[in-house]
């Protein structure tokens, strides 16, 4: 009986002993937890107040606190179903043809509204194309006016338009016999970029002039009439509408619907601002009835 007490004393003692070591051992590792949090905690404040101070890391800091902003922002646009964040490209506007009317002179600028108008065209495209009109006109020493009639009786000043003989673009240039002068644009696509189509159609309207000697056979070999008797009014149609452009640069009220019929007793002087002796066929602007598209003089 006594060893049996013993025992349970032994026993008794060494519980008490393993129980004081544990709490012993877990409050020096709580006081150090504690005393580590709050050296990390100090230590992460003297950091912050470093790192604070100097102009070049709290620019860093805030690029990165912005991007990772920027990141989870578009994260939950994705799973918003967000298709523009999904697609957007920000450098987009660089490929778009348009410039601010205040970019031009007022002249220009008066000319770019005025055809904007009466072709029913945001007036940015059309002040970019006016521009260029000018600029073109002044290397090739053609009329801006006259490059900028041909537009609108070719295309309506639609870059996208094609006639039934192919050719295409602001200026209807047969793309596949011109396909040589769109290589210094990057190849025949760009006949449907209304800067690259502008400048090969100058550049193939002043070989027609050339050509021809004077500019109302220059403007049939441009249409492609030149090797037959008439053309559709083509001529009276440029030169009417350059009339007009012509007038309205000039500061003269002209009523956006004015028609570009020509009289039939007109005559063209090489001016490019008469009529041709052929009637116009269409009060309409546009290219209607037009013969072969600056092809018979090529053959």
């Known amino acids: ?78 799973t918003a179903d967000d298709l523009i964040t999904a697609v957007a490209e920000p450098t987009a506007v660089s490929r778009a043809t348009a410039t601010d009317l205040k970019q031009l002179t007022r002249q220009q600028a008066t000319l770019a509204s005025w055809i904007a108008r009466r072709y029913k065209v945001a007036p940015e495209p059309i002040a970019a ?12 020493g053609l009329d801006p006016t006259l490059i900028l009639a041909i537009m609108a009786v070719e295309s309506s000043f639609n870059p996208f338009a094609q006639s039934a003989v192919g050719a295409q673009g602001l200026m209807q240039v047969l793309t596949r016999v011109h396909d040589e002068k769109y290589q210094a644009f990057g190849g025949h696509r760009a006949a449907f970029d209304p800067i690259s189509n502008l400048r090969v159609g100058v550049q193939v309207l002043k070989e027609c002039i050339t050509r021809a000697g004077n500019l109302q056979d220059g403007l049939k070999y441009y249409v492609g009439a030149a090797l037959i008797e008439g053309d559709g009014g083509y001529v009276g149609r440029v030169m009417s509408e350059q009339t007009h452009m ?36 269409s009060a309409k602007p546009g290219h209607e009835d037009r013969p072969t598209d600056h092809v018979a003089w090529l053959r």
């Open 1 to 78: 009986m006594r060893a049996l007490a013993l025992l349970r004393t032994a026993q008794h003692a060494t519980a008490t002993s393993l129980s004081v070591f544990v709490r012993d051992v877990g409050r020096g590792l709580l006081d150090v937890g504690h005393n580590s949090l709050a050296l990390v905690g100090l230590a992460s404040i003297a950091v912050m107040v470093f790192a604070l101070g100097r102009a070049d890391i709290r620019g860093q800091l805030e690029e990165v606190a912005l991007e990772w902003l920027q990141t989870r922002q578009e994260a939950r646009d994705a």
């Open 129 to 140: 194309l006016v521009q260029e009109a000018w600029s073109m006109g002044a290397r090739a």
């Open 246 to 281: 012509r007038s309205v640069t000039d500061g003269k009220p002209v009523p956006p619907n004015a028609s570009n019929t020509v009289p039939l007793a007109s005559t063209v002087k090489d001016t490019g601002i008469a009529s041709p002796s052929a009637a116009a066929s």
